[in-house]
């Protein structure tokens, strides 16, 4: 157990090798002289040239990349070009609110749809089963700012149920934070729903089938342990793997969700260092989102060997 652990962490220090190379080659890679966009139009040929040597892009891209990668390491991610602040300063000040709103969001949507997978499987073709799988399917279908209008203008402008912008923090009480955040959750959570929903229920569905689950049938077991405790377990894997992996649509719909609601997160800070060409920040929200990532997959990796042993070996 011990010595798949390890290998599993260890896998993960290349993976960041490579994403730390991309995310600084993002400078690089940009179309362009990177320090005449960020001047602009009326800028001095000596303007330009300040910004490239506070950029680095006069020094060669290995020795730029090793003092880089060296500044990360001590948790030092630069500057940021246009306010003079640290990266690390202006992301800290941005992490409680997309924070709060990822962790509510795959709450809710484990919560919900995992429940609405294991009942569309046990009834299927049933009227039940059609209803969640029309609901999934307009979850997955529609684009996350649509729903977020659609749900600003109903129960925030119409209804006046909800605030229909900004953020609360947690410090200021528990329903003034929630009631921020109830209608980007429901936004953000319903393609996550549909895809937890339709695999929970594609998965639940073969695993029904299964001769252990006709013989507990014969034994008298009650339909509720039948579904939540053997069934459920034994698909667990692949629930447990769409979720890891729609950890990214989370942090990609975050940043949408969040200039919709004008939440003042991570996202909508990188959307802005976007528009202005402040690539220290693009540079470190892109990091810290991909070690993230990497972070939450490795977690997967680990929960496999707790509903599966086999996987330990």
Not at 46 to 75: M, N, T
Not at 76 to 100: K, W, Y
Not at 131 to 140: D, Q, R, S
Not at 164 to 177: C, E, K, L, M
């Amino acid at each position: 157990m011990f010595a798949y652990i390890l290998r599993r962490i260890v896998a993960t220090i290349p993976v960041m090798a490579i994403v730390a190379l991309f995310v600084f080659s993002l400078l690089y890679l940009a179309p362009g002289d990177p320090a005449a966009i960020i001047a602009g139009d009326q800028a001095s040929p000596a303007d330009v040239e300040r910004i490239r040597e506070s950029l680095g892009l006069d020094r060669p891209f290995v020795v730029r990349f090793g003092e880089w990668v060296w500044h990360v390491l001590q948790g030092d991610l630069g500057q940021s070009i246009f306010t003079n602040l640290p990266v690390t300063h202006m992301i800290a000040q941005r992490v409680e609110p997309t924070l709060s709103l990822m962790v509510l969001t795959l709450v809710f949507s484990v919560v919900v749809a995992v429940p609405m997978g294991v009942v569309a499987a046990w009834k299927q073709g049933t009227w039940i089963d059609r209803v969640v799988m029309l609901l999934a399917v307009f979850g997955f279908s529609v684009p996350v700012f649509v729903v977020g209008y659609l749900m600003a203008y109903a129960f925030a402008l119409q209804l006046e149920w909800l605030p229909v912008q900004g953020y609360t923090p947690i410090a200021n009480g528990i329903w003034p934070w929630l009631s921020n955040l109830i209608l980007p959750v429901l936004t953000l959570g319903g393609a996550f729903i549909a895809l937890i929903a339709r695999i929970t229920r594609a998965t639940m569905l073969e695993v029904l089938s299964q001769d252990y689950v006709r013989t507990a049938k014969a034994k008298g077991v009650s339909q509720a342990p039948i579904l939540f405790v053997h069934a459920l377990k034994n698909a667990s894997v692949p629930i447990i793997t769409v979720i890891g992996l729609g950890v990214a649509g989370l942090i990609g719909g975050a940043v949408v969700t969040e200039s919709v609601f004008a939440i003042p997160g991570v996202g909508r800070l990188v959307v802005d260092a976007i528009l202005r060409r402040d690539y220290p920040i693009i540079q470190g929200v892109v990091l810290i989102f991909s070690f993230v990532y990497v972070l939450v997959n490795l977690c997967v990796d680990l929960m496999y060997t707790v509903f599966d042993p086999r996987i330990r070996y």
